[in-house]
């Protein structure tokens, strides 16, 4: 069973940066599509971003302009750069592989 393990999540001021990282016990983001999702307290989980196999990318109007997708194949890692963030990006964030699994979410607060 393929594991997915999140890290990189903190607290930063609005207008600061992080990435994000999600490493897979196995290789397989050369063969499955993978998403960032995102989930604030008392909301739904929403997704975020989204990194094809093939490399295709595609993005939440929210985030769209902020935050990069991006992925190593041979390290088994997909990684979300978010830039600008604002008081509103503050949630927990979920790697999913799709046909695999979710991780277990990194927690990104925004606050000054």
């Known amino acids: 069973q393929v594991r997915l393990v999140e890290s990189g999540g903190g607290l930063v001021q609005p207008g600061g940066s992080l990435r994000l990282s999600c490493a897979a016990s196995g290789s397989i983001f050369s063969r499955y599509d993978a998403a960032w999702f995102r989930q604030a307290p008392g909301k739904q989980r929403d997704w975020v971003a989204l990194?094809?196999?093939?490399?295709?990318?595609d993005y939440d109007d929210a985030v769209k302009g902020r935050f990069t997708i991006s992925k190593d194949n041979a390290h088994n890692t997909v990684s979300l750069q978010m830039n600008d963030l604002k008081p509103e990006d503050t949630a927990v964030y979920y790697c999913?592989?799709?046909?695999?699994?979710w991780g277990q979410g990194t927690q990104v607060t925004v606050s000054s």
């Open positions: 990194i094809q196999a093939g490399g295709e990318t």
């Open positions: 999913r592989a799709y046909g695999v699994g």
